[in-house]
């Protein structure tokens, strides 16, 4: 049972404009979710999180969106680069002000940011 | 600045042959985590190490031992190794004194067995 769903396995832009990648939950435990980008070869590395006391959290062109009513969350990425193309993993922790945070990933979306 | 080190990055292995996973980190941090990817899913946990001395499973903990060596280092054996093993290793470590930071993670074990 994926806890964590990202249905689009991966997403072609031109650069300049704006990437959405899109990620589903099930579990209304999870209160604390997070982005990580992947290059290949290479380990995840730690982009953007939220918690669910808010509903945006901005970071430069990177922004989430959290919707708890659809457990639904959202990156947008704005504008894209070529050097955004990558596998973004989304993830979600039951435990927002824990010092252990067992999370659970997506499955990815493998993002192309055409030239 | 290392970060998370794992070795090896790549292994290949027999079906019954044992093998330890490396991974050490120099942030201090006193959590530490295994995950395993496998192709079309996402990272799922093995272990995890909440401060020197504890371990606790995860997700998918069975065929997997772990062992918290000391604060920097979290070690993953595997005792008689399985084709479905065959998956990339990613070793992680968070600071249980800032909360919510995030997992910081190594590039990874690729393990294939035969």
């Known amino acids: 049972d994926q806890q964590v769903k990202q249905n689009s396995p991966s997403l072609s832009v031109q650069e300049g404009r704006i990437s959405i990648l899109n990620c589903d939950y099930t579990?209304?435990?999870?209160?604390?979710f997070l982005w990580y980008k992947k290059y290949p070869a290479e380990g995840p590395t730690f982009l953007i999180s939220?918690?669910?006391?808010?509903d945006k959290n901005e970071d430069g062109r990177f922004t989430v969106f959290l919707n708890k009513s659809a457990k639904h969350l959202s990156l947008h990425i704005v504008p894209s680069q070529p050097g955004d193309s990558a596998v973004y993993f989304c993830?979600?922790?039951?435990?927002?002000?824990?010092?252990?945070?067992?999370?659970?990933f997506g499955t990815g979306t493998l993002l192309a940011v055409q030239p | 600045n290392a970060g998370v080190t794992q070795t090896p990055k790549f292994q290949v292995l027999k079906t019954g042959q044992s093998m330890t996973l490396q991974c050490a980190q120099d942030?201090?941090?006193?959590?530490m985590y295994w995950y395993r990817q496998d192709p079309g899913m996402g990272l799922r946990l093995i272990y995890y190490?909440?401060?020197?001395?504890?371990?606790d499973k995860g997700e998918v903990p069975n065929g997997y031992n772990v062992s918290r060596l000391n604060k920097r280092e979290f070690s993953l054996r595997l005792e008689s190794a399985a084709p479905s093993q065959t998956s990339v290793y990613f070793c992680?470590?968070?600071?249980?004194?800032?909360?919510?930071?995030?997992?910081?993670f190594g590039d990874g074990t690729r393990l294939s067995i035969l």
């Open positions: 992680a470590s968070s600071d249980p004194d800032r909360p919510n930071q995030p997992q910081h």
């Open positions: 190490s909440a401060s020197e001395g504890t371990t």
């Open positions: 993830a979600a922790s039951p435990n927002y002000g824990g010092a252990t945070n067992k999370l659970i």
């Open positions: 939220i918690s669910s006391i808010k």
């Open positions: 579990n209304s435990m999870f209160d604390y």
């Open positions: 942030m201090n941090h006193n959590s």
